[in-house]
Every structure is written in C-alpha cells, then in structure tokens.
C-alpha cells in the first residue's frame, strides 16, 4: 500500500510569507501528525489530527495551523513566516487507536525561509 | 508532561563492540515506549516497542520503570547501524513525543 505522501517537497519562501504543506496519509489510518525537525531541535510535535478534530497540540505559536479533511489528507499552514521556521516538516499517520501507535512518516517537506 | 532525554547527541563504536543508546522519560502514568530510526537519506521508521518485546535487527530495549528507563542495546554493532535513533514516548494520549535524538556511527 501506498506510504505517507508530503507535498511539495522542497519550498523557498520569504519572510512574512505564508505556506501551506499538505500530507496524505496512509489508506485507513484516520489520526495524522505533524512534526518540526531541525538539527538543535531534533524532533518537536506540532500537533495531532484525528477524524478531522485537533486532538492534541504542541507548544508553538498560533502562527502555526493545521486541519484534517473528511478522507483524512491533513494540511498545515504557517503564517508571517520567520527565519527560524526553516526546518524539515515531517508528517505522520497512524490508525489512531490508543493501543496501535505506530505512527508511519513521510519524507517530509524541507522548508527554507529566506 | 511528557519528556525524553537522549543524553548523547553522538555516539560512535567500532564494528563488532556493543553499543547502548540511552534514553530516559518523564512521564507520571505508564507510558508506550518506542525507539525509531532514521537511515541517511530514508524516512524515520520504527524500529521496536517495548509492548512487542521483540528484537528487530539485533537490538532490544527493555523498559526499566523504576529508573524511567528505555535504553536500547545490541552486543555486536555493524556498519549498517549508523543512523539516527529517536526514543519516544506515548502517554495519556496519541501524542508521540519524541528525543533529540542520537546519532549512532559504526566505524570499521
């Protein structure tokens, strides 16, 4: 089966800009997650989506936004874009069972703002 | 709150030697705990859980409650080890949170 789709995979944008990255998840796995990676950072939850509620959120700025559409494809947006919001912007599915939590990757968007 | 803790940033054996990556959690319930890898140029993927108790590749974690522990061993490491290990925690909810990670190099 098809794996986790990130779309585009590489963006440039300017400060002040906005963006929008979107993720299909794999077939059947209705929670999705978005994630921001950076080499200091490492790893560092935005927030979950699952049957189109934000389930859980992460400590970032309200410029940071996502939703969740009805087949479960989930998109996030940041706004008035910084410097410091260059990073790989990584997204995840899982069935969203509590008792199932593999979460699957994609390979992520690389985000460079200049 | 959940928290992890990857004490080493990088970590570097020679093939053949063991290797233990450590990781620690902070979390007041009982957690679900996970070890993933990152592979140069692959997606991050799991790599083993602590519910399965299984071994993939070599490696195992035992989780250690009294030491909020979940460390991840291999006796016998091999050049394709090299890669990125991230420890990560599931607790009250589905949010995955993850270390910084622990970049592991085998050298021959």
């Known amino acids: 089966k098809a794996g986790v789709t990130q779309t585009p995979r590489y963006l440039i944008k300017t400060r002040g800009q906005q963006v929008t990255l979107s993720c299909s998840p794999i077939?059947?796995?209705?929670?999705v997650s978005w994630y921001q990676q950076t080499p200091g950072q490492g790893l560092q939850f935005l927030f979950e989506?699952?049957?189109?509620?934000?389930?859980n959120k992460g400590n970032f700025p309200g410029r940071f936004s996502g939703r969740q559409f009805s087949n479960s494809r989930s998109e996030m947006n940041v706004s008035t874009l910084e410097l410091g919001d260059s990073a790989l912007y990584l997204c995840a599915s899982s069935l969203g069972d509590r008792f199932v939590t593999e979460a699957f990757f994609g390979q992520g968007t690389r985000l460079t703002v200049v | 709150a959940q928290r992890v803790t990857q004490p080493e940033k990088l970590l570097s054996v020679f093939k053949g030697a063991p290797v233990e990556l450590k990781c620690n959690y902070s979390?007041?319930?009982?957690?679900?705990l996970f070890w993933y890898v990152q592979y140069s140029r692959q997606r991050l993927q799991l790599l083993l859980r602590h519910i399965s108790r299984e071994s993939i590749k070599g490696f195992t974690a035992d989780l250690n409650k009294g030491e909020t522990s979940f460390h991840l061993k291999k006796p016998f490491a091999q050049e394709e080890d090299s890669a990125m290990y991230y420890c990560a925690l599931v607790g009250g909810s589905e949010k995955l949170v993850f270390g910084k990670g622990t970049k592991l190099t085998v050298n021959p």
């Open positions: 979390y007041s319930g009982s957690p679900e």
């Open positions: 077939s059947g796995h209705r929670s």
């Open positions: 989506y699952f049957s189109e509620t934000q389930r």
